[in-house]
């Protein structure tokens, strides 16, 4: 599966960085690929020369390319880092006002540069009349409409409904409701991938996945790995993730 460490902005010091990475080069050899986000100051220290088989990806990258852009990180600063992915659409930069076509602009350059976007998606909250469900199609749409078919294969998406964000396992998405989601979303891809491809785009899950419930998620739910926000940034939380889907 693919296990990407999103530290979102709670990692503050080199040292915890440091140390995350060092337990995270532990779980290599479990059969996974490992995949770290941290803050793009991190991303400077830790993914210049690496060797290891753990990947980097950042949280977000700049929609414009290099130039008079004060305080932005673009795509190409990143991939000459040695940055492999990027998250792109997070429900938490959705929240400070991106919208899908900057999301879209985003995985552009992302894809341009020759890094993996990750692209969140995930309602935030359920209603009953099942229009959670179209707002996702619509998301889908945005990204996928306009891309080609080679681009679009390209991509990773990560389903992560925002009411089970930030949470405990306890209040996150249940084994048969994620089944249910990934068999829509890659029923949703088929509008714009022929044939079997919507099998081969992988999907993430991310909402509160810990220890607790990351076997039972990872279990005949039709995911490929799992996009981890706050037990990433706790070695031992996100070893016990790994190792229990191990
Ligand atoms: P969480 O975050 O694991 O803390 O719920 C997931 C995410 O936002 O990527």
Same mark, same amino acid.
């Given at each position: 599966?693919?296990?990407?460490?999103?530290?979102?902005?709670?990692?503050?010091?080199?040292?915890?960085?440091?140390?995350?990475?060092?337990?995270?080069?532990?779980?290599?050899?479990?059969?996974?690929?490992? $995949?770290?986000?941290?803050?793009?100051?991190?991303?400077?220290?830790?993914?210049?020369?690496?060797?290891?088989?753990?990947?980097?990806?950042?949280?977000?990258?700049?929609?414009?390319?290099?130039?008079?852009?004060?305080?932005?990180?673009?795509?190409?600063?990143?991939?000459?880092?040695?940055?492999?992915?990027?998250?792109?659409?997070?429900?938490?930069?959705?929240?400070?006002?991106?919208?899908?076509? $900057?999301?879209?602009?985003?995985?552009?350059?992302?894809?341009?540069?020759?890094?993996?976007?990750?692209?969140?998606?995930?309602?935030?909250?359920?209603?009953?009349?099942?229009?959670?469900?179209?707002?996702?199609?619509?998301?889908?749409?945005?990204?996928?409409?306009?891309?080609?078919?080679?681009?679009?294969?390209?991509? $990773?998406?990560?389903?992560?409904?925002?009411?089970?964000?930030?949470?405990?396992?306890?209040?996150?998405?249940?084994?048969?409701?994620?089944?249910?989601?990934?068999?829509?979303?890659?029923?949703?891809?088929?509008?714009?991938?022929?044939?079997?491809?919507?099998?081969?785009?992988?999907?993430?899950?991310?909402?509160?996945?810990?220890?607790?419930?990351?076997?039972?998620?990872?279990?005949?739910?039709?995911?490929?790995?799992?996009?981890?926000?706050?037990?990433?940034?706790?070695?031992?939380?996100?070893?016990?993730?790994?190792?229990?889907?191990?």
């Amino acid at each position: 599966m693919l296990i990407v460490g999103n530290w979102k902005a709670y990692v503050e010091s080199g040292k915890t960085a440091q140390a995350l990475v060092a337990s995270a080069k532990k779980l290599t050899g479990l059969g996974h690929d490992i $995949v770290l986000a941290p803050s793009a100051p991190y991303l400077g220290l830790l993914a210049v020369g690496n060797k290891a088989k753990v990947a980097y990806s950042a949280q977000d990258i700049s929609d414009s390319t290099g130039g008079a852009h004060t305080g932005e990180t673009t795509g190409a600063q990143l991939r000459d880092l040695g940055v492999s992915y990027t998250i792109l659409g997070h429900s938490e930069r959705r929240a400070c006002g991106e919208t899908d076509e $900057v999301v879209l602009s985003k995985t552009k350059h992302a894809l341009a540069q020759g890094l993996t976007p990750i692209i969140c998606i995930g309602e935030k909250e359920r209603d009953a009349d099942a229009h959670y469900l179209a707002y996702l199609r619509g998301q889908i749409a945005h990204i996928f409409a306009p891309l080609s078919q080679q681009e679009r294969m390209q991509l $990773v998406l990560a389903y992560e409904p925002i009411w089970a964000i930030g949470k405990t396992e306890d209040e996150a998405i249940t084994p048969q409701d994620l089944r249910e989601m990934i068999l829509y979303i890659r029923k949703a891809l088929g509008e714009y991938l022929p044939g079997r491809a919507p099998e081969s785009v992988k999907i993430l899950y991310g909402g509160s996945v810990e220890e607790g419930n990351a076997k039972m998620l990872a279990d005949a739910t039709g995911i490929d790995g799992f996009l981890v926000g706050h037990a990433s940034a706790d070695a031992k939380a996100f070893t016990g993730i790994v190792k229990a889907i191990s």
